[in-house]
């Protein structure tokens, strides 16, 4: 049991459509990473989260963007939504060790 | 540039048997090296890490890798195969820059006949 949760687990939306997804973090981690996952791919690095502060991003558009909080839990919001942003998208935490504890993901399919 | 590689895509061995799967990866620094599985519709689990301490590193379920700096290789391995092992396996590069960048692999499916 890593202790990272994700909400919520499925999600169906329509394209141009907007959408939020959920991250907490496990106890005593301030970091936070995303991460999309094509259907028969490995992840792809979204973002990362420290302390609030975005650190560093990946090849993705403006239109990913996203927050961390005080309690370092995080959002990643999704504009315009494109039917290739249909995936499962994949929160990561750690402290300030390298190792990053990934949550279940939230499967999201743009119709 | 950072990349990492690995040689199979799938895999298939019957329970009982040894399991390999090949990762090589490429980076101009000191990496740390991960393994993780990934079962139908879960999330990732971390199987062991390498952080340049012993180069044999001994993982969760049995399975270990050895990092070879000379081939740039870090294969996992499992002397065993259980059908519980039938799942995707992601060799995972970190440097520490700015932030903490990871790079994937492709990942390889293993299959385990019974």
């Known amino acids: 049991e890593t202790g990272v949760t994700q909400s919520p687990t499925h999600l169906i939306k329509t394209r141009g459509q907007q959408v939020t997804l959920r991250c907490s973090s496990q106890s005593g981690h301030n970091t936070v990473s995303w991460y999309q996952q094509a259907l028969g791919q490995g992840p792809q690095f979204i973002f990362q989260y420290y302390r609030e502060e975005e650190n560093g991003r990946g090849n993705f558009p403006p239109r990913f963007s996203g927050l961390q909080f005080p309690n370092y839990s995080s959002e990643l919001n999704v504009n315009a939504l494109e039917l290739d942003d249909s995936a499962l998208y994949l929160c990561a935490s750690s402290s300030t060790a390298d190792t990053q504890y990934f949550g279940p993901g939230t499967r999201l399919t743009v119709l | 540039a950072q990349s990492v590689t690995q040689l199979d895509s799938h895999v298939s061995v019957s329970e009982g048997t040894p399991v390999l799967l090949r990762c090589n990866y490429s980076?101009?620094?000191?990496?740390?090296l991960f393994w993780y599985v990934q079962h139908p519709n879960k999330g990732l689990q971390l199987l062991l890490k390498?952080?340049?301490?012993?180069?044999l590193v001994k993982g969760i379920n049995g399975f270990e890798a050895e990092f070879k700096k000379s081939e740039t290789s870090f294969h996992l391995t499992k002397p065993s195969a259980h059908m519980s092992d039938a799942a995707e396996y992601f060799c995972v590069v970190s440097l520490k820059t700015s932030y903490d960048k990871v790079i994937f692999g492709p990942g390889t499916s293993l299959s385990v006949i019974p």
């Open positions: 980076s101009s620094y000191s990496p740390s």
């Open positions: 390498y952080t340049s301490a012993a180069t």
